[in-house]
Every structure is written in structure tokens, then in C-alpha cells.
């Protein structure tokens, strides 16, 4: 039977396999629509492979969103409905429709769920040797996939701009899995949001909004840091002259986020 989505991931997920053997890490981005593909052009000119379409472009940008969720394959719902039978799955963010960015701070009806892509399913595996542990292993994968939709309601909860529920439930997944990457990147937005938070509390009351800095706009390191530009967040930063609670929760979280994106280069 012929299932291009599942060849992907299939194929996606051997790549990233192989890659982490050596040490080396990588993203990939898997949608699926109707593009062109093949030589185009003319016999003076000609392109060979050359792909254009929607699902071209919006591939290629979930490869960066990917490393900025700290995963490794990030798939869309088209290809997550797909795929359901065949992979281990979860919800990690919603996308704007129509562009390349995360949908912070809260979602609105329109996004786009993203999914990250994390192992196949026994049954898809090439020449799975089950023999008598077949059930065992089924019923593992199930414990794997429902504690995956605990991760799933955190997430749920953060896009809804339930943060605080949130952080709860996001804590108590990386208690169980320290080694979970993107509950890391979403426990790290914690101050980020707080500082956010206190700024519009400073407009709503009228009061001097403490986030003014004279030499620099906090806010503007606060969209770097979101945008997992942690470098040039810490060099705009460090311009402070006003070295203040807000100056202090920025900095730990840009230390915070730098080290998270080093442990997965």
C-alpha cells in the first residue's frame, strides 16, 4: 500500500536516528500538499529536482521552528492524521497560518497545531521480532502515548494563556522525564511571560512602565529570547544602564534558554 506521509517520517525518523548516533543534531520539517516537482524549464534552461508549493515552503520553515521548540521532526496535522497509526506523536505548539512563527502568547481559533514526530509504532518497524512479547509491548507503547497526552494538556493549557496550570503540569512531565527538551523550552518562557505580564499591569494602571529603559528596550530582548535569539538578546541586554528585577529575570532566562540550545547542538 502505497503511504508517502509514512515513508517520510519513516524516513525522517531513520535520518535523525542515525544523526544522533554520530552525535550530530538535526531538524526536519514534514508537510504534505501538491507541488511541483521534477526538471523544469527548457533545454537551454533546465532544473533538475526543482520543487515548488505551499507545502515546500512551510516544510522548510517548521525545520527552523523545530530547533526553536527543541525537537527534531515537526509534523503538520495533514500529515499527523495520516500518520496516527504508524507513529508516536504529540501536540507541541500552534503556528499563525500564513507565517513562520509560533503562536505566542496565547492561540486564537485560526492557528495551526504542530506535532512532534518521536519513534514508529512496533507494527511499523522493519522486521519487528515480537514472537510471545507482542501484547507486552503494545501495552507499553499505550502507557508511552497517555503519558504523552499529559504533555499534551500542558501545552494545551499554555496556549490557552492558562500559564500558571501550565508550568504545573509541564514541571511534573519533566519530574517523570528530565531529559524532555521541549517541556524545558516551555518551562523556560516562565519569567519571560512574568515580565510580560507586569508590563501590561504597568500600562493598564497608568504607571510608569518599568520595562523603559534609557538605554535599551527590555521588551525588545524579551521578542529575541522568544525567538530563541538568546545571543544577540544578551548582547542588547548587557547595554542596560538600569539594572533593575526586570533586568535580572531576563538575563537568567536568556542564560537559561542558551544553555538549553547548546545541550541540543
Known amino acids: 500500500m502505497n503511504r508517502p506521509n509514512v515513508q517520510a517520517l519513516r ?6 536516528e542515525a544523526l544522533h548516533k554520530e552525535h550530530i543534531q538535526a531538524t526536519c520539517g514534514i508537510d504534505a500538499s501538491l507541488c511541483v516537482t521534477g526538471n523544469v524549464g527548457s533545454l537551454d534552461s533546465l532544473m533538475f529536482t526543482e520543487l515548488h508549493g505551499d507545502a515546500v515552503d512551510s516544510a522548510m520553515a517548521m525545520c527552523g521552528l523545530a530547533k526553536d521548540l527543541a525537537t527534531n521532526v515537526l509534523l503538520t496535522e495533514v500529515v499527523k492524521k ?26 486564537s481559533a485560526s492557528d495551526v497545531p504542530l506535532y512532534e514526530a518521536l519513534q514508529l509504532r512496533t507494527s511499523e518497524k522493519e522486521n519487528p521480532d515480537l514472537a510471545d512479547e507482542w501484547m507486552y509491548v503494545m501495552q507499553e507503547e499505550e502507557k508511552i502515548i497517555e503519558g ?6 500542558g501545552i494545551k493549557l499554555f496556549f490557552e494563556g492558562k500559564k500558571e496550570e501550565a508550568y504545573a503540569v509541564l514541571g511534573k512531565v519533566l519530574e517523570k522525564d528530565p531529559k524532555d527538551s521541549v517541556a524545558k523550552k516551555f518551562l523556560s518562557f516562565q519569567d519571560l511571560f512574568q515580565v510580560e505580564e507586569e508590563r501590561i499591569t504597568d500600562q ?26 538568546y545571543e544577540e538578546a544578551k ?5 542596560c544602564t538600569v539594572k533593575d528585577h526586570h533586568y535580572d529575570r531576563l538575563m537568567a532566562a536568556i542564560v537559561a534558554g542558551t544553555a538549553s540550545s547548546r545541550s541540543q547542538v
Open 235 to 239: 548582547t542588547t541586554l548587557e547595554k
Open 148 to 153: 504523552h497526552k499529559v504533555f499534551e494538556n
Open 82 to 107: 495520516d500518520c496516527t497509526e504508524s507513529c508516536i506523536m504529540r501536540l507541541v505548539a500552534y503556528k499563525r497560518p500564513q507565517s513562520d512563527t509560533v503562536a505566542l502568547p496565547t492561540r
Open 11 to 16: 524516513a525522517a525518523l531513520t535520518v535523525m
Open 204 to 229: 493598564s494602571t497608568n504607571r510608569p512602565c518599568q520595562m523603559n529603559n534609557p538605554a535599551v528596550d527590555l521588551l525588545q530582548c524579551y521578542g529575541m529570547c522568544l525567538e530563541g535569539k
